[in-house]
């Protein structure tokens, strides 16, 4: 992926750079979904009118963890509980990466139907009606199994391992992007084809499309580490997916080097709401990243100063 440009200077506000900020770049990853490409250009623009110098790496989701814990990354926006949680608490028991809280969003990342499924698939949303129409969702790929479209493989998520803990009659498809994902979500809803896929929020597909998330047996991080508890005496993943806040981590070593931009990432907030809107811009209206991020700059000039470190 190409750098994102820089945003234009009418937006921001000269804030004179801190002493005891370091000069160095402080390396802000970047991912393949737009939200967290909006996320993270958000905070490394408010970091630059802060007076620090930010430079974006394209980095894999849970791969970037090495090197957070290494110093060779600095800042990662989006970790998101339903699906990196475990690698971020693995990431901060080594004691080379700190969690600097919350970002104000709130997760869910979970399998997704359109509601015209819950004619062709009776006793939808449970979990266990898909067994028993799973050849509604097969394709010639995958016949007689149904098929499940997962996000890319660099997302985690353990759909694979929940399948095959659940005994489910699938196969998880994963798609090559998150654009692709969604594209062919569009298609399907369009033509009214059966689908089920990875879908998640703060994202506009919720609530563009009518549909339901399937209700899978409830989380626990026992599921998740104890094969014995759960439905599958012998497997773990053998339940639904983690909801909760999307955190903001980053080098242990940040705070000593650029301790005044640490305190402005610790108290960036954004709403799910507005990052809501602000992938709407991006997916459907065919804005880009940073022209998107400036507009909202430009109209919330009151909310992102006051997350400068003064």
């Known amino acids: 992926m190409k750098c994102l440009p820089l945003l234009s200077a009418a937006i921001l506000v000269a804030a004179p750079a801190f002493a005891e900020d370091s000069s160095d770049p402080l390396k802000l990853t970047l991912h393949d979904w737009s939200g967290q490409l909006i996320t993270t250009t958000l905070m490394g623009e408010v970091l630059k009118a802060a007076g620090n110098n930010v430079e974006y790496v394209q980095a894999d989701y849970i791969a970037q963890f090495a090197g957070l814990k290494t110093g060779d990354l600095h800042l990662a926006m989006e970790i998101w509980e339903t699906t990196g949680r475990e ?14 809280g919350e970002t104000g969003m ?15 698939c009776p006793g939808l949303p449970n979990w266990e009606a898909l067994n028993d129409c799973a050849s509604e969702f097969a394709t010639a790929e995958t016949a007689p199994l149904g098929r499940y479209l997962g996000g890319p493989v660099t997302w985690g998520g353990f759909d694979d391992e929940r399948v095959e803990a659940l005994g489910m009659d699938f196969e998880v498809v994963h798609a090559g992007t998150d654009a692709a994902l969604f594209a062919e979500l569009e298609a399907a809803y369009q033509r009214q084809d059966s689908i089920v896929l990875w879908v998640y929020a703060p994202h506009w597909a919720p609530a563009k499309y009518d549909g339901k998330f399937v209700e899978f047996p409830p989380y626990s991080s026992e599921c998740y580490n104890d094969p014995s508890v759960g439905l599958n005496p012998n497997a773990a993943y053998d339940c639904g997916k983690p909801t909760g806040p999307i955190w903001k981590a980053g080098w242990a070593g940040l705070a000593d080097k650029w301790p005044n931009a640490a305190k ?18 991006v997916d459907l209206n065919g804005k880009t990243v940073d022209g998107v991020v400036a507009a909202w700059m430009d109209a919330n000039k009151g909310v992102w100063q006051s997350w400068i470190a003064k």
């Open 87 to 100: 690698a971020l608490d693995e990431a901060v028991g080594t004691g080379n990466v700190v969690n600097f």
């Open 106 to 120: 709130n997760a869910i990342e979970e399998w997704w139907y359109p509601a015209y499924m819950e004619e062709r």
């Open 264 to 281: 402005t990432i610790e108290n960036f907030s954004i709403s799910n709401e507005d990052m809501g809107a602000m992938v709407a811009d």
